[in-house]
DNA sequence: TTGAAAGCGCTAACAA
DNA sequence: TTGTTAGCGCTTTCAA
């Protein structure tokens, strides 16, 4: 491995001068630097970034804590994540929970502060934030995807306001003309997505929805449950005209199995959900959703999160992100009369 | 920050005591350990990764090259990567090229055999090939995913049979009676995925059916193209009544178009996909397709890359992972006489 | 079984 | 503008 004394050597001035040829280039002599770049490139040097690290006591890794990376809006989080850090000079390591508070608090222990110059931790879970709470003082944390502006948590956050979401996919639906509603909240990786669901109820009552017609259920994030819910309910509440699932892996789930019952969407039931993923425009029919602009979520985490490390006082607790936006597709239609028993 | 120093005070040992009861726990009085790792949980101390990494030469990092994370493959793997990689006591840091040479070239160059101890590479194109094998010399590169092994690369490889998985979908749409089949060949993230078209090709060749009769389209990989795909496909060849993709993405994106398009699956047309992506199994109609055993492969790969670190001698260039199998499921039946025009 | 000491490769005062 | 020097926190011989 060839270091950068090697390299010190072959251009014939020492370390520092190497090192600072490395970053500030401004101190040395325009033709000391270029002697110091002939014989890094004939030499082959890359630095060590380990070395370097210890040295300056910062990394520029950040760490990304995600609950199951197999749900398919992370991945897409993760895309913008990474090239934002990317470009503002840093690594992106992936933190996988796999829903178990252990291997978080693993994972916190051994990189807050070390391997890592900054943690965003998505979607927390109370124990996941209790953990965070107390990994504070290891190094900064952040928390991304925070879901209830009205409430900061002990950490800085950036903050999305769901409940403005639910509402608007609220609006919609009662726009549609639909009043026998099912809601299906999903437990969003381990924290309930309930404000989500409170925003949605609280519209519906601002319009004067008796919310005892409202059939709820809750179930695991993803396709398949969405799928099952979907099944429940309707051997249930066989006179609901639209459903509102927390999010689009529910939603999806609700309208393939919708179409397996014989059930046409819209005509037969509306469906929308919340974040926009790119299956909701992949999908037929296309779903009606609340985009919550994840690529700029993700952006404004990471900017935050290095502010945060860099100048820990111009970062404000709490920053909130882009308002959600309906995106109307094929999935949501007006109430018409059911034709099905 | 506590340093191993402030412990070994409170301990009246010294760093290389507290050094062993961290790592080999053999060396040490038991009386002297406990009072270590007493001193050790008092002042809350946590070793610091990037000396230690420094001072071993190595970082318990490994990286993952991939082109782009929102493709839904990949997160399916690096769920199974990070698990594996954690419980072999290894971070993992995902590393997203965008497609980009570029960046994968920088990528390469700054983490080989630096801040990660070995690097996983996905579906490499030729260029980035070119870029793994000159990078070989930083440190411990493997390649995941070949998809020839018949032919191995410069490089230590995990291998999957993928021309296996072309043939077994040919066999089964003929064995389903199909003759006029079209077939879709993604580029596979900057590889074309020509494996997967060649064993499909090659399989029907030798059931005697003449390929000239066999419509192909190459296409960018995702659920979108293989739409359009699809949709411009039927504009020109519309007796077609199987399609074969080579990734589910493709397959998925078809079966949308055709349900757009009034054409029942698999009534009127099958459609039969490469991968087993989450997905598949989640449509409706649920995708019949060739699973190539992500999980299986993501855990093999990161095992053998391991190896390659820790006994590179004792690891083989290539190793092949489990044979792809069919998975039958809803999208494909018996040939029809099509009811369309 | 423990301690002393050197060093991993780089950075950052400070001095020249 | 360049060199000297002293670490960063940990590991690892080697000696005691």
Redesign the interface.
Known sequence: ?VTLSEVARRARVTAATVSNVLRNREKVRPETAERVLQAIAELGY??????R??AQGR?S?LALMLS???N?F???F??AA??AA?KAGH??????T?DDAQ?GRAYL???A???ADGVLVMNTDIAMNELCISAMQ?GPILLAMWEHPEKPPALPCVAVDFARAGALAAQHLLELGHRNIAMLTGDGCGGLQDARSDGFRAKLLEEGVDLATLAQLQVRDS??SG?AACQQLFAQHPRVTAIFATNDLLA??AI?AL??MGCAVPDDVSVIGITDI??AH???PALTTVAIQTEAVAELSIRSLIRLIDEPDKQPPMVLGPPPELVTRMSTGPRRRRARG
């Open positions: 491995m890359r630095p060590n970034l380990n070395a690290a210890l990394s890794t199951n990376i197999a398919p992370y991945p897409e993760v895309l990474e090239r990317r690594f992106l390591m992936v933190c996988n796999d291997i222990n051994q990189i502060g070390t391997f290891n396709i398949d799928y999806i789930g393939q179409v397996s790119q299956l992949q999908m037929r």
